[in-house]
C-alpha cells in the first residue's frame, strides 16, 4: 500500500478544489444522486460484504458517491441553513486530527499534548468572544455542535435548579436522579423560557427529562416573536414550586434576531435569576459571532444586542457554523465545573484515572461522551491561523454579504418583500441584519414555488421557512467565500429572471 494514502489525498483535493473565480455547483443534481443511490450496496447481491479492497473501494466513493454531494463547502453561495464552511487551515487540521487519531478522554499530561491544546483553543474562544477571563469559565468543553452544547446546558441549569433547593442536602439530582431531588426539593415543575427557542432546545429538555412540554415560548410581540418579554419571564418566576431555566436565542435560527436588545435586559434577567434561583443559558449558536464584529457604526445594533450576554451562567456555540470549521463541532461554557462534574461524572472507572492535578479536567468527566474526537484542534488551528482581525474581518464578510443579498432583494422593484415586515422598527433592515435574510414574493402563486425556482437555477442555494404562516425563503450567510458583490449581482439577476419568467407564464 505505499504511497495509498498521498495519492488519495491528492485526488480527493483534486476533486474538492474550486478554480479562484468560479463558484462550485450548490446541488448535484437529481441524475448524479440517482448514480450514487443505483451504486450503493444490493443486500441481495452475492458479492454483498465480499470486501473490495481499498483502492477499489476509493474508486468507488470518487466516482460513485462523491458526485452526489451538495455544494455546502466548495459553493460559497450554499445559502441554505447555517451550515458553515471548511477554511483551508481548518481542513488541514482535520486531517491531522484522522492521521494521529487521538482520543481526547483522559487528560494525561505526560502522555499527549491533546487535553492541553483543547485548552487552549477554549480559553482563546473566550478571548476572542469578550466573554471574560477562564477563571469565570471553568467548565467548558467541546462538543458535537449546538445540540449537544444545549443538552449540556439544560443538564446543568436542571441540576443547578434543583440542587439549589435542596437546602443544605449535599445530593444532587445526578447522584439521587430527577424525580428524587424533585420531590425532595418541593419542586412540581420545572419550565425553560425563552423567545423562538431553537428546535434543538426542546430536543434537550425532552433528553435531560423536563419534557419538550416545558418550554414556554415568551415572545415580546406578535411584531417581535424572537424578543423575549421579561415582564412575562419575571411573573413565571414567581410561581410557586416551579423551578425556571431562561433559554436565550442569540440568535434566532429563522430570523437571525436576538432575544435580548441590550445590557439592560441582561442585567435585570440576571437579578431576575439570582432572586429567584433560575439558571440562564445562552444559545448563542452563530449569533455570538457578532461580538467579533468590528465596532462600527454599521454593527452597532449587532453589538447591543450582544451585549451582557457574558452574564448568563452558560452559553452554546457553534464551531461547523460560521467559524468555518469541519463538521462536526461545538463549544459549551459554564461557570463551574462542578456543575458540569455533577451530571457527567464517570465514576469509579479506575482505569481511566487522570495521573495529574492540574486545572484541566479529563474530557469524560464533564461532557457526554467517553472517547472523543480531537475535534479542537481544527479550532485551535484557525484561532491561530486567522488571528482575532482575520476572524473579524471574515465575520464582516458574511455580515456584508448578507446585508448585500437584502439590498438586492428590495431593488427588485416592488416583486418581493423583506421579513418580518411589521417590526416594531420596521426597514431599519440594514443595521439589524447579522447573517439571515428573510423574505417571499408577494404574487402567492410564485411564492409558493420560489424556494424551488431558486433551488433548481443552482446558483445560489436557501432553505423555504414560513412567516406569518405564509412561505417564506431564508438566505444564511456562513462561509467564508462570501462576497457581497458577487451576492448582490447573482440574487438580483436571479430574482428578476424569476419574477419576469412567472409574469410570463
Ligand atoms: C444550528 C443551531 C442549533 C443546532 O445546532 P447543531 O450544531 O446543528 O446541533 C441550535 N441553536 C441555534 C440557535 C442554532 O442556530
Redesign the pocket.
Known amino acids: 500500500m505505499d504511497g495509498f494514502i498521498e495519492q488519495a489525498q491528492r485526488r480527493i483535493r483534486e476533486s474538492a478544489a474550486v478554480v479562484p473565480g468560479e463558484h462550485a455547483p450548490t446541488l448535484p443534481g437529481l441524475d448524479k444522486l440517482s448514480d450514487a443511490r443505483a451504486s450503493l450496496p444490493d443486500a441481495t447481491g452475492k458479492d454483498y460484504l465480499s470486501g473490495l479492497g481499498p483502492v477499489d473501494t476509493f474508486t468507488h466513493l470518487m466516482n460513485d458517491i462523491v458526485p452526489g454531494l451538495n455544494g455546502e463547502n466548495r459553493s460559497g453561495r450554499y445559502w441554505g441553513f ?1 451550515t458553515g464552511s471548511t477554511l483551508p487551515i481548518a481542513e488541514v487540521a482535520d486531517n491531522i486530527v484522522s492521521a494521529y487519531d487521538q482520543n481526547v478522554q483522559v487528560h494525561l499530561p505526560n502522555q499527549t499534548i491533546a487535553t492541553e491544546v483543547e485548552d487552549a483553543a477554549l480559553k482563546m474562544l473566550l478571548r476572542l468572544l469578550h466573554l471574560g477571563e477562564p477563571e469565570q469559565w471553568e467548565g467548558r468543553t467541546f462538543t458535537t ?4 452544547s ?1 443538552i449540556l446546558g439544560l443538564a446543568c441549569g436542571r441540576e443547578a435548579v434543583i440542587t439549589s433547593r435542596l437546602a443544605g442536602s449535599s445530593e444532587s439530582v445526578g447522584e439521587i436522579g430527577l424525580l428524587r431531588a424533585c420531590m425532595k426539593a418541593g419542586i412540581g415543575e420545572i419550565q425553560v423560557l425563552t423567545s423562538m427557542g ?1 428546535s ?1 432546545l426542546s430536543k434537550a429538555a425532552s433528553v435531560v427529562g423536563l419534557g419538550r412540554a416545558s418550554v414556554k415560548l415568551l415572545p415580546f410581540s406578535d411584531a417581535e416573536p424572537w424578543r423575549l418579554d421579561i415582564d412575562a419571564v419575571e411573573r413565571e418566576l414567581q410561581r410557586e414550586n416551579v423551578a425556571s431555566i431562561i433559554a436565550i ?1 442569540a ?3 429563522n430570523t437571525g434576531r436576538f432575544a435580548t436588545t441590550g445590557v439592560e435586559d441582561m442585567q435585570r434577567l440576571r437579578r431576575l435569576a439570582d432572586q429567584y434561583r433560575a439558571w440562564i443559558h445562552v ?1 448563542g ?3 455570538v459571532f457578532a461580538r467579533v464584529l468590528p465596532p462600527r457604526e454599521e454593527f452597532s445594533s449587532l453589538h447591543k444586542a450582544n451585549a451582557g450576554l457574558e452574564l448568563c451562567d452558560s452559553m ?1 456555540i ?1 464551531g ?2 460560521l467559524l468555518n470549521v469541519p463538521y462536526d463541532n ?1 463549544i459549551f461554557f459554564t461557570r463551574k465545573s462542578s456543575t458540569l462534574n455533577s451530571v457527567f461524572k464517570n465514576p469509579n472507572a479506575a482505569y481511566l484515572a487522570s495521573d495529574n492535578t492540574s486545572q484541566i479536567q479529563s474530557p469524560l468527566n464533564i461532557g457526554l461522551e467517553n472517547s472523543r474526537r480531537f475535534r479542537a484542534l481544527p479550532v485551535y488551528a484557525v484561532l491561530m491561523s486567522e488571528g482575532k482581525p482575520g476572524i473579524s474581518r471574515m465575520m464582516e464578510r458574511m455580515v456584508v454579504t448578507a446585508r448585500g443579498i437584502a439590498r438586492a432583494i428590495r431593488s427588485c422593484g416592488d416583486d418581493y418583500v423583506l421579513l418580518p415586515d411589521a417590526g416594531s422598527r420596521p426597514l431599519s433592515f440594514d443595521d439589524d441584519i447579522h447573517i439571515v435574510v428573510l423574505f417571499r414574493a408577494k404574487d402567492d402563486a410564485l411564492n409558493k414555488v420560489l424556494v424551488q425556482r431558486i433551488n433548481e437555477g443552482n446558483e445560489w442555494y436557501v432553505s423555504g421557512s414560513s412567516w406569518d404562516g405564509k412561505p417564506a425563503v431564508r438566505v444564511a450567510v456562513s462561509s467564508w467565500r462570501a462576497d457581497s458583490e458577487d451576492a448582490f449581482n447573482t440574487v438580483k439577476r436571479s430574482l428578476t429572471a424569476i419574477s419576469e419568467a412567472h409574469r410570463h407564464s
Not at 455542535?145 to 449537544?148: D, E, I, P, S, V
Open positions: 447555517v455542535g449546538a445540540t449537544g444545549n431553537h434543538s436565542s440568535g434566532e435560527v444559545d449558536a452563530f449569533g452554546t457553534d461547523h457554523k461545538g
